[in-house]
T-cell receptor, first 117, second 110 residues
């Protein structure tokens, strides 16, 4: 596609429910990132995929959070047993890998606004 | 550790210059970035600087990097009301992930 897309754009859920957030990166981008932005805050890194593997999961806040990527394309971020503190905008970004192992610009999707009641 | 700090708010008059400052901690970052976030819009890359440079100019934007002090600044010349937004500084350690500051809200008064 032309850019990074995310779905749903908004999700309201009840505390304790599981949610799945989807990211479609730019075609051909091997690197995919998930970030979280709480109200009035900067973006917090959650997890990074290179291809289908996740060499850096250091930002996942708890074991309720998991993510997977298939076909070097779509990624799904799953939050189990949601809590009110999980309310935030979840942003996905993708980038291509340059020669020499450096990463190109990250292109961000519009985000999914998650509200946990 | 990885940490990026920014002042939270800046107010200027239209036509003045704006300077947004940032400090970072990871000296291994190859690139340092400035992103812009407008209400209802996505995060947009404004400009970036390679870590072996000390200045980069791009039209109304000037980025200054003091690697010794780990200090980055963004200067916007002739600030316009359309520049009102939240500006994020970010560093990029080796895996390519971005570490963002809290964001500086720029308010431009007519």
């Amino acid at each position: 596609g032309a850019g990074v897309s995310q779905s749903p754009s908004n999700k309201v859920t009840e505390k304790g429910k599981d949610v799945e957030l989807r990211c479609d990166p730019i075609s051909g981008h091997t690197a995919l990132y998930w970030y979280r932005q709480r109200l009035g805050q900067g973006l917090e890194f959650l997890i990074y995929f290179q291809g289908n593997s996740a060499p850096d999961k250091s930002g996942l806040p708890s074991d309720r959070f998991s993510a997977e990527r298939t076909g070097e394309s779509v990624s799904t971020l799953t939050i189990q047993r949601t809590q009110q503190e999980d309310s935030a905008v979840y942003l996905c970004a993708s980038s291509s890998l340059l020669a020499g192992g450096l990463y190109n610009e990250q292109f961000f999707g519009p985000g999914t606004r998650l509200t946990v009641l | 550790g990885e940490d990026v700090e920014q002042s939270l708010f800046l107010s200027v008059r239209e036509g003045d210059s704006s300077v947004i400052n940032c400090t970072y901690t990871d000296s291994s970052s190859t690139y340092l970035y400035w992103y812009k976030q407008e209400p209802g819009a996505g995060l947009q890359l404004l400009t970036y600087i390679f870590s072996n440079m000390d200045m980069k100019q791009d039209q109304r934007l000037t980025v200054l990097l003091n690697k010794k002090d780990k200090h980055l600044s963004l200067r916007i010349a002739d600030t316009q009301t359309g520049d009102s937004a939240i500006y994020f500084c970010a560093e990029s350690p080796s895996t390519g992930k971005l570490i963002f500051g809290q964001g500086t809200t720029l308010q431009v008064k007519p």
